[in-house]
């Protein structure tokens, strides 16, 4: 049983940065497609980014030039950096990994995703 252990969350400031980690324990990451979502109060969950088994990466408009997906095989963990947070990226994030992933495609739609983190709280307020 796969389950993704997520960390980095917290609180910042306007124009901080915070940099997440999700590691998948019980299997080898590296033939997975990984994503990250998101859910802020009273809203339905959105695609963040997403990044490919063999590195392609798609991003969400609203978070690009901002956000960066990376996958470390060595360290077999994900990771969303995160810059120039803005109030309104405030949300719970969410790890996501599918079962087998194509190497140059993405997969962006949450049932393509079988196995989920419990989420990990990011609050960007003054």
């Known amino acids: 049983q796969v389950q993704l252990v997520e960390s980095g969350g917290g609180l910042v400031q306007p124009g901080g940065s915070l940099r997440l980690s999700c590691a998948p324990s019980g299997s080898i990451f590296s033939n997975k497609n990984m994503a990250w979502y998101r859910q802020a109060p009273g809203k339905q969950r959105e695609l963040v980014a997403s990044?490919?088994?063999?590195?392609?990466?798609n991003y969400a408009d609203s978070v690009k030039g901002r956000f960066t997906i990376s996958r470390d095989s060595a360290e077999n963990t994900v990771y969303l950096q995160m810059n120039k947070l803005k109030p309104e990226d405030t949300a719970v994030y969410y790890c996501a990994a599918s079962v087998f992933g194509p190497p140059t495609m993405t997969y962006e739609m949450p049932h393509e995703y079988k196995y989920w983190g419990q989420g990990t709280q990011v609050t960007v307020s003054s």
């Open positions: 990044v490919s088994s063999g590195g392609s990466t």
